[in-house]
């Protein structure tokens, strides 16, 4: 059971350069996430989704954009990178419960130049 | 709405000091409550939860008690080590709810 995996640990942009940020989780969880943490910051959502087929906006949106397209996998898409979103993004899941714990994935490191 | 708020930090300790963090809610109805800790260079992790009033979550010698009189979740643990050094986040889930919401987090640093 690999729990919530992240590809890739570290990726350097240059600005107006796009990307394709992987999430994947083997736990059969309908609801994934992904939150932004900037330097001694906390996390902030970005978006959502409640199974697949299925994606909502959090607080940050944009900027980027999602699909969810099988359960396992919510990969998280930058437009036009800016130096704005130089951030550690981590993905998360969660069974359907709203007591149950949510499981994070190690974090991509991204920096734009 | 919903809202999580932490102490402030850094907070910095010495080895076998006890830890307080606080951490209050505001939340309509009967919130689970979460303490989540993030070590250097890693993703959050569960610590411990609680999920109705009077609950007790404990793990790794860390305690938080569910108290809906105070709308508190303060996380304490009676010896810390030099391996709790971490970022602690303080988290709620409403009933019913798609999200979490995460208090701003508190850094603490134990010296030896």
């Known amino acids: 059971n690999a729990g919530v995996t992240q590809t890739p640990k570290f990726r350097i942009l240059k600005i107006g350069q796009s990307m394709t940020l992987q999430c994947a989780q083997d736990m059969n969880h309908n609801y994934m996430y992904w939150y932004r943490q900037d330097p001694g910051m906390g996390l902030k959502l970005i978006y959502y989704s409640v199974g697949a087929g299925i994606t909502d906006k959090g607080e940050v949106p944009n900027g980027y954009n999602v699909s969810r397209s099988t359960t396992e996998d919510f990969p998280l898409r930058l437009e036009l990178a800016a130096p704005s979103q130089t951030s550690v993004y981590f993905c998360?899941?969660?069974?359907?419960?709203?007591?149950?714990?949510?499981?994070f994935g190690p974090g991509t490191r991204l920096t734009v130049l | 709405g919903n809202s999580v708020t932490q102490m402030e930090g850094p907070v910095t300790l010495s080895e076998e000091a006890f830890l307080t963090i606080n951490c209050t809610y505001t939340?309509?109805?009967?919130?689970?409550l979460f303490w989540y800790v993030q070590y250097p260079g890693e993703g959050l992790q569960l610590l411990l939860k609680?999920?109705?009033?009077?609950d007790k979550g404990s793990n790794k010698g860390f305690e938080a008690t569910y108290r809906k009189e105070t709308t508190s979740f303060h996380l304490e643990k009676g010896s810390v080590q030099v391996s709790d050094s971490a970022v602690y986040f303080c988290a709620l889930s409403a009933q019913g709810a798609q999200k979490l919401v995460f208090g701003q987090g508190t850094r603490l640093t134990i010296n030896p």
């Open positions: 939340a309509t109805g009967y919130p689970s």
């Open positions: 998360a899941s969660r069974d359907r419960g709203s007591t149950d714990t949510q499981y």
């Open positions: 609680a999920t109705k009033a009077d």
